[in-house]
C-alpha cells in the first residue's frame, strides 16, 4: 500500500499465511528470495531484480504491462513530475523514466523491500538520476504533479483505496491526468463510477485481457 492511510494490521500468527504477510505490509515478514523479470514492450526491454514479499516477484503483473503497452505519451502534459503510486520494484517507474526524459519520476511505496528494489532497477535502467524512490510521505508538497500512472493496491480495501486516490488526485496540476490499471472482477467498473460521485472525470481508455484502463482528468 502507498499513501498516508495506514495498512491493515498484519494476519493473525495462527493463519496459515501470517508469516508470508502482505505485499503492501512496510516490512515484508518473508524471508528474501531474489529473484529476475523480463519486462518486454513494444519500444523497450528491461530486466528487473525481484523477491519475496513484494507484489507480483515472479513475473510483471498482466495489468502492469497492458497499462504500459496502452499508455499514450504524456510529454504533451502540463509541466510537473511524475509519480508511480504503489511502484514495487518498479517497472511502471522505470519505463517512464525512459519514455519521459524531461521529466522526475516519483515511485512511492510503502513497502522497504520493494523501494530497494525499484532504487537498484532505476540505477540499472540508467534512470536513477530522474527516478526518486520514497516512502508514503517522501513526495514534497511543493512538487507540481502533472500525472499519476498506477497499477493501484486494490487489495488494501475499498475505503482505504478511495482515501488513497482522493489524497493524490487531489495534488494534480490543472490539466494532470491520472491513468490506473484495474481489474474488471475486482471492482474498476465502480471505481470508475465512484471517482465521477467525487467530480472527476474518469474513461475507460481501454479494456483488455480483463483489465480496465481508466482515464482520469479534473472536468
Known sequence: MTGRSQPPNRPD?????ARRGHYFDASP??????GEVRLTLPDLSLTLRTDRGVFSPDRVDTG????LVELPDLAGLPAGDVVDLGCGYGPIACTLALRLPGRRVWAVEVNE???GLCAANAATAGVADRVDVVGPDGVPSERPLAAIVSNPPIRIGKAALHDLLAEWLGRLVPGGEAWLVVQKHLGAD???RWLGEQGWEATRAHSRKG???LRVRRP
Not at 500468527?13 to 499465511?17: E, G, H, I, L, T
Not at 515478514?29 to 531474489?34: D, K, L, T, V
Open 211 to 213: 483489465y480496465r484502463i
Open 190 to 192: 465502480s471505481l470508475a
Open 64 to 67: 502492469t504491462k497492458v497499462l
Open 29 to 34: 515478514g518473508s524471508a528474501s528470495r531474489p
Open 113 to 115: 523491500r520493494a523501494r
Open 13 to 17: 500468527a495462527s493463519r496459515p499465511d
